[in-house]
């Protein structure tokens, strides 16, 4: 039995073939201290949804790595402050950890508070800050007192689970902000956009189609967030939620405290991207008669200019195989149905943080005999990408190691991304990376690939 079989033994119930048997995959389990899987803890879950916001303060209370690893972590931009782009942490040592931190973040949160002026606040605890037991709300409290601004814990310390977790703890920070602005100005047509981190611009793309609509957009949550906003966020009459496992805590909040419905939603692909803005055009056709003609209208106009040009990637890409590794399994779903427009097919999707509801989802939407993989890591990812022959993988900064060692094409469809792949004008962005990824002439310098290319020549000439 070789080594790769065995690690596949050992992690068979997560592990599934569409088409053979009932699904019962095991997910969302905690993360076990030093195990090697592409999984993040609760600290980096927490960071990750809430670094976004561009006008705040995040502190790390902690040792310095813990702030060196999520630093930047998404490529969130901002139209305005930049304060998020900076990692301050208190950078525990040996003593602090024998005699306790309290003084050392209390110092830090005063010193940062003057220096920057932030609107709030976020301190986030790491596992260290857990096991010592430094009393980090007490201190938030007492200086968020004396500064005059929210100081919000973040209790996310990284050992308690998984990085769904660590999204809870983000939400449930972000929850005390809620309902504490003025909601006057607030129009009846309204919305928040929770769970888009606006990577390369892209919640800018979102916000135009739903102005075109019109909708106005009081939050963005968390990309290009505001303080201000999030507090007046209460206000709107819907929130849309896309990323479901970061920002759903936080939309199921305010439907019981405020009575705010949620629609789950993705703008990832044509039908995903369509069927989202008509969605919010149904909800808001009595108050707006003239919102379903519109968004009609809008989307008549995106498709016209965007399916003549994939079809043109479509001719190369046509067959071509795919295996992708991603944060949420809700934007896996968006991602099958975008390669059926390009003609590839999907043979390998895993998640980070997918549910047994979602992995069900998907196995209906995958042809027979793809796999589907929860908290992989790199050797199963590798095995997967060799068996089934991959001529792209899609991933994030960690995924994409693997796939230039593999000599595969590769698409970063996650946190550092520079090119916006959501949205009508996303879907062409994505289909022109997938095909100068996939079409490459370096590929046929990669030994794995240049002998199928070269079996595919000798075939086509035998014919």
């Known amino acids: ?41 609760v600290f980096c879950g927490s960071r990750v949804v809430l670094y976004p916001i561009a006008d705040a303060l995040h502190l790390v209370h902690g040792p310095i790595g813990c702030a060196v690893y999520t630093w930047d972590i998404r490529g969130s931009l901002s139209s305005g402050p930049m304060l998020h782009r ?23 949160l005063i ?9 709030a606040a976020f301190v986030y605890s790491t596992c260290i800050v857990g096991i010592i037991g430094d009393d980090v709300e007490a201190v938030c409290r007492r200086v968020g007192e004396q500064k005059g601004i929210p100081v919000l814990p973040v209790q996310s310390e990284g050992f308690k689970g998984n990085k769904r977790a660590g999204y809870e703890a983000a939400c449930k ?32 793309i979102i916000r135009d189609y739903l102005e075109r ?9 968390t990309g290009d967030g505001r303080v201000a906003d999030i507090r007046r966020c209460h206000g709107a009459a819907l929130n849309l939620v896309q990323c479901s496992g970061a920002t759903m805590e936080l939309a199921k909040m305010m439907e019981e405290q405020y009575g ?6 993705s703008y990832l692909g044509i039908e995903d991207m369509a069927e989202s803005l ?18 009609q209208k809008l989307v008549k106009e995106e498709l016209e200019r965007l399916m003549p040009e994939l079809a043109r990637y479509r001719k190369d890409l046509e067959g071509k195989k795919v295996a992708m590794y991603v944060g949420g399994s809700f934007k896996a779903f968006s991602l099958v149905k975008a390669f059926r427009h390009l003609g590839m097919k999907v043979v390998m999707v895993g998640s980070q943080t997918g549910t047994k509801e979602d992995y069900a989802e998907l196995e209906q939407i995958t042809d027979p005999g793809t796999v589907i993989i929860d908290d992989a890591n790199p050797l199963e990812l590798s095995h997967f990408i060799k068996e089934k022959d991959v001529d792209v993988f899609v991933g994030g900064v960690k995924e994409r190691p693997i796939a230039y060692k593999l000599g595969v094409g590769f698409c970063d469809h996650n946190h550092e991304r520079k090119e916006a792949l959501e949205g009508f004008v996303g879907m062409l962005n994505f289909a022109r990376e997938i095909h100068s990824s996939a079409m490459s002439p370096v590929w046929r310098f990669a030994p794995r690939r240049a002998n199928r290319i070269a079996a595919e020549k000798k075939e086509a000439v035998n014919e």
């Open 1 to 41: 039995m070789t080594e790769t079989t065995t690690i596949l033994e050992e992690r068979k119930d997560q592990i599934h073939l569409t088409g053979q048997g009932a699904i019962d995959i095991a997910c969302n389990r905690e993360s076990l201290a030093g195990a090697v899987s592409q999984r993040a803890c």
């Open 86 to 108: 900076l990692s301050f942490s208190t950078d525990l040592q040996e003593t602090d950890v024998i005699f306790g931190g309290e003084k050392k973040l209390e110092a830090a």
């Open 111 to 119: 010193e940062l508070i003057d220096r920057h002026h932030p609107n």
């Open 173 to 204: 920070a972000m929850f005390k902000l809620v309902g504490t602005g003025d909601v006057g100005d607030v129009p009846p047509v309204s919305v928040n956009i929770l769970g888009d981190f606006n990577l390369a611009g892209e919640i800018w």
């Open 213 to 221: 609509m019109g909708v106005q957009v009081v939050a963005n949550i």
């Open 260 to 265: 705010t419905p949620f629609e789950r939603v």
């Open 278 to 295: 008509y969605k919010v055009a149904d909800f808001f056709k009595d108050k707006d008669p003239g919102i379903v003609e519109r968004t």
